[in-house]
Structures are given as structure tokens and as C-alpha cells.
């Protein structure tokens, strides 16, 4: 079981930068893949990011690509999601979640564990 806690949700203007993180307590933070996803009102859940078990493989969706970096620290058993150049159409809730099967993936279903989200609000 992993529990996860995401932080460094907030409003900013459009062109500006907020760094989510996200803690995860529990057994073996390093087995699991890690992914950042979004749901905006009245939309569904959308993929974001996700980082391998050893951080060094990265996979993003077009839409944040080159605006968005994940990483991870296993000695901290963290998570993070610097985002950079945000726009209007970034605002959603945003989720951290964990993937038992170790894989890099985009699809909701692969993930095992999820957070309860942060806020994140751009600004026009």
C-alpha cells in the first residue's frame, strides 16, 4: 500500500511557474513508477507525466511537452512536477499517482494508487 500526498498547488498567471510535489509513505517507493495526470471541470482525467522507477526515463503528453519536467528523489520518496510557461488551459486539479507494474504509462488504469490532488489555477 502507498499513500500519497501531493502539495504546491495554487493560482498564477499565465506565463508563470508552480512546482508541484508529491510525498509517498508506504513500502518500496523506488518499485513504482511514478505519474502526474489532471481533471478539469467537466472533463475526464487526462495524462500529464510519468518518471521510471530509477528516474531516468521520462514521458510526457504533447500538451505540456517542453513547458513540463517530472523527477524524482527515492531518498526522499518524492515526486515532483515543475511546470513552466503555464497557460489558461493548465488549470485543473492535478493528481500524483503510482504504478505497481514499474511501466511508463499514459493510461489511467495502469496506476494502482492515487492522491487526493492540489489546485492549480492560471490566470489570463
Known amino acids: 500500500q502507498v499513500q500519497l500526498v501531493e502539495s504546491g498547488g495554487g493560482l498564477v498567471q499565465a506565463g508563470g511557474s508552480l512546482r508541484l510535489s508529491c510525498v509517498a509513505s508506504?513500502?518500496?517507493?523506488?518499485?513504482?513508477?511514478m505519474g502526474w495526470f489532471r481533471q478539469a471541470p467537466g472533463k475526464v482525467r487526462e495524462f500529464v507525466a510519468a518518471?521510471?522507477?530509477?528516474?531516468?526515463?521520462?514521458f510526457y503528453a504533447d500538451s505540456v511537452k517542453g513547458r513540463f519536467t517530472i523527477s524524482r528523489d527515492n531518498a526522499r520518496n518524492t515526486v515532483v512536477l515543475q511546470m513552466n510557461s503555464l497557460k489558461p488551459e493548465d488549470t485543473a486539479v492535478y493528481y500524483c499517482?503510482?504504478?505497481?507494474?514499474?511501466?511508463?504509462?499514459?493510461?489511467?488504469?495502469?496506476?494502482?494508487?492515487w492522491g487526493q490532488g492540489t489546485q492549480v489555477t492560471v490566470s489570463s
Open positions: 499517482a503510482a504504478n505497481g507494474d514499474g511501466g511508463l504509462s499514459s493510461q489511467l488504469d495502469s496506476y494502482d494508487f
Open positions: 508506504g513500502r518500496a517507493f523506488s518499485t513504482y513508477a
Open positions: 518518471v521510471s522507477r530509477s528516474g531516468v526515463s521520462t
